[in-house]
């Protein structure tokens, strides 16, 4: 028996039956529906649902960050970096929050990670990035690769060993490391030399599709977004 649906926020609604009408009552199905498809949701339907994510990160403190960096001008090109207790030049893990490139937070993915890694002697970061419809996929890519660079370029002060630099990321976030660990144009834009962008670890949501595209068939197909590709 489905779960019964949750009171869901007024301004999503009409989002819900829009884009989700097939989902039923079950919350998670339609919390996993408006994730897919962010990119299709109002303004207002968005802005309720950013405000409940920082509600709830509100509500359960997260570590807090030893520095946050801007990388560009735009207000979501900023950046929070965990150094840990170690000394030396330690290897950084950064993560790259999914959300359906149209929603999400730095800090609402990074749950313990930070507290995890850098308690195993890595430094951790986690950015933002502009997101769709206000930019393309192709312009995600490009700030994380501006994000890797601006901490590249800091490593010395920040404690960071820059040939030793790993991508994690959830669903669209995922999606965006390997476009950036795969395609050397992004990172050779801000001056950060290939050989630099160590390693990348994906992990993709089954159901990750791009704005504006139908669902891949089959349940581990890699999204390419519009924009993308011929760049």
């Known amino acids: 028996m489905p779960r019964a649906r949750r009171a869901e926020p007024a301004p999503c609604l009409a989002d819900i039956r829009r884009v989700c009408p097939n989902v039923g009552l079950n919350s998670t199905a339609i919390r996993a529906c408006l994730a897919e498809h962010a990119d299709q949701l109002s303004d207002a339907c968005r802005a309720t649902i950013r405000e409940r994510m920082q509600k709830r990160s509100d509500q359960n403190p997260l570590a807090t960050p030893d520095s946050t960096l801007r990388y560009g001008e735009d207000s979501l090109q900023t950046l929070d970096y965990y150094k840990g207790a170690t000394d030396g030049a330690r290897p950084l893990v950064i993560f790259i929050h999914g959300g359906g490139w149209a929603i999400g937070d730095k800090r609402s993915g990074t749950g313990a990670k930070a507290a995890f890694f850098t308690g195993h002697g890595y430094r951790y970061a986690s950015i933002n990035y502009r997101l769709v419809p206000k930019v393309d996929v192709a312009t995600q890519a490009a700030d994380v690769a501006a994000a890797i660079a601006r901490l590249r370029a800091d490593a010395s002060a920040l404690g960071i060993d820059p040939g030793r630099i790993a991508l994690i990321g959830h669903s669209a976030g995922a999606h965006l490391a390997a476009l950036v660990a795969t395609d050397t144009r992004y990172l050779e834009k801000p001056g950060c030399p290939w050989a630099a962008s160590a390693r990348s670890r ?29 760049r």
Request: hydrophobic content about 15%; some cysteine.
């Open 202 to 230: 994906c992990s993709m949501a089954p159901r990750t599709t791009c704005p504006g595209k139908s669902r891949p068939r089959g349940s581990r197909q890699r999204a390419v977004c519009q924009g993308v590709r011929g």
